[in-house]
């Protein structure tokens, strides 16, 4: 069936929820940031994304190919070097028993989302929710379990889900804004609400937020910085300061790069992340097509 299989899955028949899922091919998904209430000012609606049916599973296959080359098999990953699973369109983290790593753990997230939404479970991940962790302990583990019954189940069940994995998606973009503006501080939060605004307003602009608050995170952790600095999506808001609608993607991009190198400078020896920035600013051309 859905053993570790190098070919891609590019296009969907059918919807992942049991009823009423997706049956207006038009159907748009209107979802409205409202801020955190610790910050009374920003708690209010602060604004509002339209994203198209389509366009979001466009941004999602966009998203799974960044991720795993577009490959049904790339939907279950452990990369080398990392003691956590990457599973999904987006690669979300699960971490085995016993670890805690920096890193925020996204894959329960993501099956709590998928099961509030009325698609079926597998078996295997029933207790996701719950707190049940990763079953492999080990990258070697994990490789070895490849063509057995649980990860061919895991992989049918996030093939069959690659709709809800991009409704995902745009769901944390959703809930990134009032993070960031929380952790921001006063004098950045403006800015940071009319970059993310600018961005928005183009469907490369949404595309940059989405892929990039997947792929690095919102950037409000403490436990996601080097050197006492961040990598993720409110750093890169924070290093933009233009004006232009049209000109979002672009900056966003540049602005992007010089945080992952910044990362990369202040990431202790051990780590080696400079094996991995040419591929991370490949990814950040995207944004601006460059």
């Not at 991940?125 to 490789?143: A, K, T």
């Not at 991009?166 to 990134?176: G, K, P, S, Y």
């Not at 503006?181 to 307003?201: C, G, S």
């Not at 436990?223 to 672009?250: C, F, I, K, N």
């Amino acid at each position: 069936m859905l053993a570790a299989e190098s070919r891609t899955l590019m296009d969907k028949c059918r919807p992942s929820r049991k009823q009423l899922c997706y049956r207006s091919g038009g159907a748009i998904w209107r979802f409205s940031v409202v801020a955190i209430g610790l910050i009374a000012f920003w708690a209010r609606l602060v604004h509002a994304i339209t994203i198209s049916h389509g366009d979001a599973l466009k941004i999602g296959k966009r998203v799974w190919q960044n991720e795993c080359n577009g490959t049904i098999s790339g939907l279950t990953s452990w990369n080398q070097g990392e003691d956590f699973a990457s599973l999904g369109i987006g690669h979300f983290i699960w971490y085995p028993k016993g670890r805690q790593g920096p890193f925020e753990e996204s894959f329960p997230k993501l099956v709590s989302f998928i099961s509030n939404r009325g698609a079926k479970l597998a078996t295997s991940l029933l207790g996701v929710s719950r707190g049940q962790p990763c079953p492999w302990n080990s990258r070697g583990e994990f490789l070895q379990a490849q063509n057995t019954a649980e990860m061919i189940q895991l992989r049918r069940f996030l093939v069959e889900t690659i709709d809800l994995q991009a409704e995902f998606l745009v769901a944390r973009l959703e809930a990134a804004l009032p993070k960031m503006l929380a952790e921001a501080t006063p004098a950045d939060r403006t800015n940071v609400q009319q970059q993310f605004e600018r961005l928005t307003k183009t469907p490369q602009g949404c595309y940059a937020l989405i892929d990039y608050v997947n792929f690095k995170g919102e950037g409000v952790l403490h436990t996601e910085r080097y050197q006492g600095q961040g990598w993720g999506l409110l750093q890169v808001l924070e290093a933009m300061h233009g004006s232009s609608d049209s000109g979002a993607p672009d900056e966003f991009a540049r602005a992007a790069k010089i945080v992952l190198t910044r990362r990369v400078h202040n990431a202790p020896a051990d780590r080696h992340e400079s094996r991995w920035l040419t591929g991370w600013l490949r990814r950040v051309n995207s944004y601006s097509g460059g």
